[in-house]
């Protein structure tokens, strides 16, 4: 058997993977499918509608393509890969995104692929800008700011600056969080999609949004310059400014733009003003330009007619949905209301409950500790009760005691004034005594004195007679005998005298001395009358301070009492 040739079958099918801008899908593609099939697939897949805005962009050589939508798959100029990559992105950009993006995933995917483009610094954002644009990312992203669950740091693993704003400043990234996070306590209640409009609200007035940049050539001179395309026009920069341009033609301004190889012809609708016209150097680059201003162009007439029926139909049902959802969202924070109100009223019950606990407990221990102030209360009271009827009796002895005083002190005081009276009176007899006394003294001593005046003329006149006795002899023996009767005479009644002296004298020395006994004994009945009155004193001032002191102690206690 002889073989004439094998011919190698054509597969029917390819692979395709798709990169969107938070997903990757991969399809099995026929053959004959256009670059339409595949992009309806993708469409269908991720379930957009609003397809006008998008496309796919494949890589080829130094530039980018987008997928013709009625030519073959594999007629153009597609990598040669397997699967094939494509990127779903935006090829055209909406002029006001709220009026423009019906639905949410539109939305979703716009916001992701602008964030994207700022964050990679295609599109210049300022730092202030980009910090606001970074805080409603956030609130997309982890819904409404809640200090117990974002702590400081949750932002670390997330990229929400440009480069060249993190670098600019001497500012840490905690430092940088801190201010997106300030900016994103300030988003509450604001719903995913929400965010996302607010974040392309803020991104379609900054100078690049939207803007496709080509390098050209002026003709007549070879002066390099960027062309840009958006939804508003044709813009002219300078090669190194993206921001001003220096020229730019309006799509309501133009009235045909002409295509011829590298040449591009600008065709403004006042024919008064001159046709401008630029070189490209690349064909797939002059392609890229014509696509993008002719979709761009259509677009803007587009906007300026009425809606078509589909979509007004978008229109309205991307109103219900929103609708809907807005409802949804307000049951959901009445609900989420709800039960926060009710954790907070359930923490404030158990708080309650806990304090009344608290509570029960202490007035527990209170009542304890007022039974036993009680029974400690009434134990003293009656202790208190028995002291009083004590301090009372010792009052009432007190008082006798102070009666029996008061009529001792009377009778001291009257003992006293008698003996006073008395001693006065020895005084006086004392002194009558002494007085007496020196009187008889002085007689005595006169007495004494007239002795001894007698005696001396007694003596002269024995002297005198002894002298005429020796004259004449019987005149004296009888002169003799009558001088010694004389004499005799005398010295008996100096006897006398003198015994009599003598026994006066005895006579005031006894009773000097008698009187002397009495004075002392006088003294010392004074003294222990004195002695007594002291002790008596001192005696009732040591019962009064016995009773001031109980009265003291009472007072202390019934005042204890009181206070407990």
């Known amino acids: 058997m002889s073989i004439l040739g094998l011919k190698k079958k054509q597969p029917k099918t390819f692979k395709v993977k798709v990169i969107t801008m938070d997903a990757e899908m991969e399809f099995s593609c026929e053959v004959k499918w256009k670059g339409k099939d595949l992009f309806d697939l993708v469409c269908r897949t991720v379930g957009l509608r609003e397809t006008w805005f998008f496309g796919l962009r494949y890589t080829v050589k130094d530039t980018y393509a987008w997928l013709k939508p009625d030519k073959r798959v594999l007629d153009q100029e597609v990598p040669k890969d397997s699967p094939i990559t494509f990127n779903f992105l935006a090829k055209f950009f909406p002029e006001k995104v709220e009026e423009e ?5 539109t939305q979703h995917l716009f916001f992701l692929q602008v964030k994207k483009q700022i964050l990679d610094e295609e599109i210049f954002c300022s730092p202030e800008a980009s910090v606001l644009l970074a805080s409603y990312a956030v609130q997309a992203k982890y819904g409404d700011y809640d200090p117990n669950f974002h702590k400081p740091g949750f932002l670390a693993q997330d990229e929400l600056l440009p480069k060249t704003v993190s670098i600019q400043y001497q500012m840490t990234a905690d430092m940088w969080e801190e201010k997106i996070t300030a900016w994103y306590a300030e988003h509450r209640g604001l719903a995913r999609d929400e965010a996302e409009m607010e974040y392309l609200k803020i991104a379609q007035d900054l100078e690049m949004y939207g803007v496709s940049y080509f390098e050209i050539t002026q003709n007549k001179r070879d002066t390099n310059l960027l ?25 309501s301004g133009i009235r045909n733009i002409s295509y011829s190889e590298k040449e591009f012809t600008i065709k403004p609708l006042d024919k008064k003003k001159d046709v401008f016209k630029f070189y490209s150097s690349q064909l797939r680059v002059n392609k890229l330009i014509l696509q993008l201003c002719i979709g761009n162009h259509d677009l803007f007439m587009r906007r300026r007619k009425v809606d078509s ?41 158990e708080r309650r409950l806990f304090q009344l606990q608290d509570e029960a407990r202490l007035a527990n221990e209170a009542l304890l500790r007022s039974e036993e102030t ?26 006798q005691e102070r009666q029996r005083l008061e009529v001792a002190a009377m009778k001291t005081k009257e003992e006293k004034r008698l003996m006073e009276q008395k001693m006065r009176e020895a005084e006086q007899l004392a002194v009558k005594l002494v007085e007496q006394s020196e009187r008889r003294l002085k007689e ?111 007072m202390s206690q019934m005042a204890y009492f009181e206070e407990v």
Not at 231 to 238: E, V
Request: glycine letters at 2%.
């Open 227 to 251: 062309l840009g395309v958006d939804a508003q026009g044709l813009h002219i920069y300078s090669p190194n400014s993206k921001l001003t341009p220096n020229k730019s033609f309006p799509w």
């Open 101 to 105: 993006l019906v639905q949410e995933i």
């Open 444 to 554: 005595a001593d006169h007495l004494k004195q007239d002795l001894t005046e007698a005696k001396d003329a007694e003596r002269r006149a024995k002297q005198k007679l002894l002298e005429i006795t020796k004259t004449t002899y019987p005149v004296l023996n009888y002169f003799g005998f009558l001088s010694s009767s004389r004499l005799d005479f005398k010295d008996s009644d100096m006897k006398r005298l003198s015994m009599e002296i003598e026994r006066e004298r005895l006579e005031y020395m006894e009773k000097s001395k008698h009187l002397q006994d009495q004075l002392k004994e006088l003294k010392s009945e004074i003294e222990s009358l004195k002695l007594e009155e002291q002790q008596q004193q001192q005696a009732s001032l040591y019962n009064m301070h016995s009773e001031a002191r109980g009265n003291s102690a009472y």
């Open 374 to 399: 009680a029974d400690l209360l009434a134990e003293k009271a009656q202790i208190a009760e028995e002291e009083a009827k004590l301090l009372a009796h010792k009052a009432a002895e007190a008082e």
């Open 309 to 349: 029926i589909e979509v007004q139909q978008m229109k309205a049902q991307a109103k219900e949905e929103k609708a809907r959802k807005k409802m949804e969202r307000q049951i959901l924070a009445r609900e989420k209301q709800m039960r926060e109100e009710a954790e907070r009223a359930k923490e404030e019950m």
